[in-house]
């Protein structure tokens, strides 16, 4: 049997080299099929990976806890750092929380000056948030107590203002006080909503109230960054601090809530499936061309029959069997499928390559979905190369020597 297969292998081989033209144009469609369906898939797999990297930058296993029912605060109360301790105690599955006190305000040294967000926060709110630094330190607990005048200053905060200039040690204007830097925080660059995450300033949240805010009461938190325990589920710690929150707030059961927690893990998961989902659409319409490609090899192969009778007829005459001749036609078609499918692979890697760099994706190599686009090739070969195999395989063996 593997003298059988390896023999109808070199005639399929040698055929094919016969006829190369005929060859390449019949095959074009498995090509072309094999190379969309791996280059759709290939590119939404980065796009999946860069998605989830964006909104990992906001920080891992991250929940914000704000006023207002949307993005923004439309008019609803703050919270208070009593609010923020009780979710800590009460709430399970939390790691850590910071407070979240925001400003805008110009930020100038000598004669450069922007406007940017001054955020107003605690220590433990750079590991929440993923912030490393790239020179300098953070403030501490005692520097918070101490409304110390400190901050530390984003990337592009440094670009704008400092310059060339290092950062460190000296003393900016944040509108109509001034702060030391004492660090710069590496560069983050754009976040998954496409907003720059280096135009902050990071300062003790006591800072912010006393000189910025102006808030009366203790009502000043703007936001409530939530870290959860790794493994814990993310949305029972959204329903328990709803629950919380609603409480606290005076919330009846037929009102709506006056805040909102969004939750970056479950985003994550609503992206990367809906991403999935457009990839696997995309794959499935350029996979139709496969479909295209198969009934490309079937037509020629019903020719190559017609071309090959008197051939056929002299093989069944001298004695071999109609299995020997049907297989003959199978593995010719199976192998014109087998080429095409390798073309379309090596055709899809280049692609890759280039449109990654066009759309700004990571190249994720993925040899599973190129191992079943390759198997799915050769089974179209073996689809529509059986109808014209048994075609030669059931021809007279007299008819076919006076075919002319």
């Not at 805008?104 to 590991?127: C, H, K, L, R, S």
């Not at 790239?134 to 905060?157: K, L, M, P, Q, Y």
Request: charge should be neutral; charged fraction near 20%; include cysteine.
């Amino acid at each position: 049997m593997v003298s059988m297969l390896l023999n109808a292998l070199l005639i399929a081989i040698r055929e094919i080299r016969r006829n190369l033209t005929r060859s390449f144009l019949t095959v074009i469609g498995i090509v072309i099929g094999v190379a969309a369906v791996v280059t759709m898939v290939t590119l939404g797999r980065g796009a999946t990976e860069t998605i989830k990297s964006e909104i990992s930058k906001i920080g891992s296993n991250l929940l914000i806890v704000r006023p207002g029912q949307g993005w923004w605060n439309r008019g609803s109360d703050n919270f208070s750092m009593e609010d923020m301790e009780v979710i800590r105690r009460q709430i399970n599955g939390v790691a850590d929380l910071a407070p979240m006190v925001q400003a805008n305000a110009t930020v100038a040294y000598q004669e450069n000056n922007a406007n940017f967000d001054i955020q107003g926060t605690t220590p433990n709110y750079f590991d929440i948030a993923n912030w490393e630094l790239s020179r300098g330190r953070i403030f501490t607990e005692a520097e918070v107590e101490d409304t110390a005048s400190v901050c530390v200053i984003g990337d592009t905060v440094r670009e704008q203002v400092f310059g060339p200039v290092d950062p460190i040690g000296r003393r900016i204007r944040i509108g109509n006080t001034s702060a030391q830097v004492i660090g710069v925080t590496a560069a983050k660059g754009q976040g998954g909503f496409g907003d720059d995450l280096d135009d902050n300033v990071l300062v003790p949240y006591t800072s912010v109230v006393l000189r910025q805010t102006g808030s009366q009461g203790g009502r000043f938190i703007n936001q409530i960054m939530v870290s959860g325990e790794d493994g814990f589920p993310s949305a029972q710690i959204v329903a328990e601090i709803t629950l919380l929150m609603r409480e606290r707030r005076n919330i009846t059961a037929n009102e709506r809530d006056d805040f909102n927690v969004f939750d970056s893990q479950q985003l994550a998961d609503v992206v990367t499936s809906s991403t999935k989902v457009m990839t696997s659409l995309l794959a499935a319409v350029a996979g139709v061309s496969l479909l295209v490609g198969g009934i490309g090899i079937m037509n020629i192969m019903l020719v190559s029959v017609t071309e090959r009778t008197r051939e056929i007829g002299i093989r069944l005459a001298i004695g071999a069997r109609a299995r020997e001749v049907l297989l003959q036609f199978l593995v010719e078609a199976v192998t014109l499928s087998c080429i095409g499918g390798l073309a379309g692979i090596l055709l899809a890697f280049g692609l890759c390559h280039a449109l990654v760099k066009v759309v700004g994706t990571p190249f994720i190599f993925d040899p599973k979905i190129n191992l079943i686009a390759f198997v799915f090739s050769a089974a179209i070969g073996i689809l529509f190369g059986f109808m014209p195999a048994r075609r030669a395989a059931r021809l007279d063996p007299i008819d076919a020597l006076r075919h002319e």
